[in-house]
């Protein structure tokens, strides 16, 4: 082993977008904790640009505990609010679908990257891509060839990216939301108070995490072992308000930059959504219940399991999902 004595630092390398990049990224991260307090600061830099170090181990803990992290990381998920944000500003605009259809593309990469380009927010922006151009060349969207095509062009560009679990994870929830979104919700749909108009969005988090929990589950327990009991009623009460947090924390991230008391004023308005993400994922991870530790289990019954649900999937006449495809089916 070398000697850190004998260490020393190159001098970085020239200039470059990418540089420039994450320069402006360390200076909204700088912003942002400069306008609302910890740990709401440490979260809202988490969920807007990825970075996870200035999140205590703690407040990291309970969101493991509570099946919730994938709220501090940008993922295909995160990336998903994005596109439909940008979508419906170009409507708004007016645009025509040719300069629409650049604009949505330039921005959404640009986020990509700015975001540290992660395996599972390139599958994202690939999908979200070519879902794009779909639509402005007038053509249907099929989901399950966009998702082919985006993980077949990710893994062909750096063949490595198989082996990662947040690609993989990514990857198997969209596809997980492809072939059961609907089943669950047609199931819960039918149960009160699920079919009550007002349980709307709590019913539409729960049927997300339902779907998505049907392929990713197995692999989590796999590579950590942790089973989140809680997880479900978590993901109801804390996901619908995370759209208005990236929302609340865009527009104040810009007020910021421009004015830093102007972006403070405009925090009161995020502090709110996050004091409920971080206040609730608290609460829920208490109970000694909430997550218990399983033990390991070998590859082989971890493929016997896909083998057995991608087979009865199959059987049912599921492999078809009709309709073409919206900006939240990227996730």
């Known amino acids: ?100 259809f650049w604009i949505t593309l330039a921005m959404m990469w640009v986020y990509a990257m700015f975001t540290g380009g992660s395996a599972a927010v390139l599958r994202a922006a690939v999908m979200a891509s070519l879902m794009v151009l779909a639509r402005a060349s007038e053509r249907r969207s099929e989901p399950w060839t966009l998702l082919l095509a985006a993980c077949w062009i990710i893994s062909a560009a750096d063949p490595h990216t198989l082996w990662d679990l947040g690609f993989q994870l990514s990857a198997m929830a969209t596809g997980s939301l492809f072939a059961f979104a609907r089943p669950v919700e047609g199931w819960l749909g039918g149960r009160p108070p699920f079919r009550w108009p007002w349980m709307a ?66 925090g009161a308005l995020l502090w709110l959504p996050l004091t409920w993400i971080a206040g609730g994922v608290g609460v829920l991870s208490q109970p000694r219940w909430a997550a218990v530790q399983l033990p390991p289990f070998p590859l082989w019954l971890l493929l016997v399991y896909y083998v057995l649900v991608g087979a009865l999937w199959w059987r049912r006449g599921r492999a078809q999902p009709p309709g073409g495809l919206s900006a939240a089916d990227t996730r």
């Open 201 to 266: 969005p709590f019913t539409e988090a729960l049927t997300a995490t339902l779907a998505a929990q049907v392929l990713t589950l197995p692999l989590i327990l796999y590579a950590f072992g942790n089973l989140s009991i809680i997880a479900p009623l978590a993901n109801v009460l804390i996901v619908p308000v995370v759209p208005y947090a990236m929302l609340f924390g865009s527009l104040a991230l810009a007020g910021g930059l421009l004015w830093l008391p102007l972006g403070q004023a405009l």
């Open 1 to 100: 082993m070398r000697d850190p004595a004998d260490l020393r630092l190159l001098p970085a390398a020239g200039g470059g977008p990418l540089r420039l990049l994450y320069a402006a990224r360390e200076r909204c991260r700088e912003t942002l904790i400069r306008l609302i307090p910890e740990p709401q600061a440490a979260l809202i830099v988490g969920i807007l640009l990825g970075i996870q170090s200035s999140i205590p181990d703690d407040v990291y803990a309970a969101f493991s505990t509570t099946g919730t992290s994938h709220i501090l990381v940008v993922s295909g998920w995160n990336f998903t609010i994005v596109a439909a944000l940008l979508g419906g500003l170009m409507e708004r605009l007016r645009l025509g679908r040719w300069p629409a």
